[in-house]
Nanobody
């Protein structure tokens, strides 16, 4: 069982930056593919980024490419989402998620955090 806790959300101005963190616990955390998703009320959850177990491969959505970067530190059991050049449309609840394999697939994540709110003002 993997448990995930996000932090780092808050209020930012358009053009600003935030870094989200996801703390993981449980066996084999460092072997999991980790993903970031976001969701607004009444809308479907949207894939943002994913990173392989080693951190050597990443995959980001077109909507955030060039602005968001995903990274991980397995020694600390942490995954990060660096968000730069923020836009009001980036406002959402951001979730981290974990699964055993399948970096390129945006589905089949087994474990989810509780989410952290990001609000970007114009």
């Amino acid at each position: 069982q993997v448990q995930l806790v996000e932090s780092g959300g808050g209020l930012a101005q358009a053009g600003g930056s935030l870094r989200l963190s996801c703390a993981g616990s449980g066996p084999n955390f460092s072997s999991y593919v980790m993903g970031w998703f976001r969701q607004n009320p009444g809308k479907e959850r949207e894939f943002v980024a994913a990173i392989s177990w080693s951190g050597g491969m990443t995959y980001v959505a077109v909507s955030v490419k060039g602005r968001f970067t995903v990274s991980r530190d397995n020694s600390k059991r942490m995954v990060y989402l660096q968000m730069n050049s923020l836009k009001p449309e980036d406002s959402a609840v951001y979730f981290c998620a974990a699964k055993p394999e399948g970096l390129q697939s945006q589905t089949d994540y087994n474990y989810w955090g509780q989410g952290t709110q990001v609000t970007v003002s114009s």
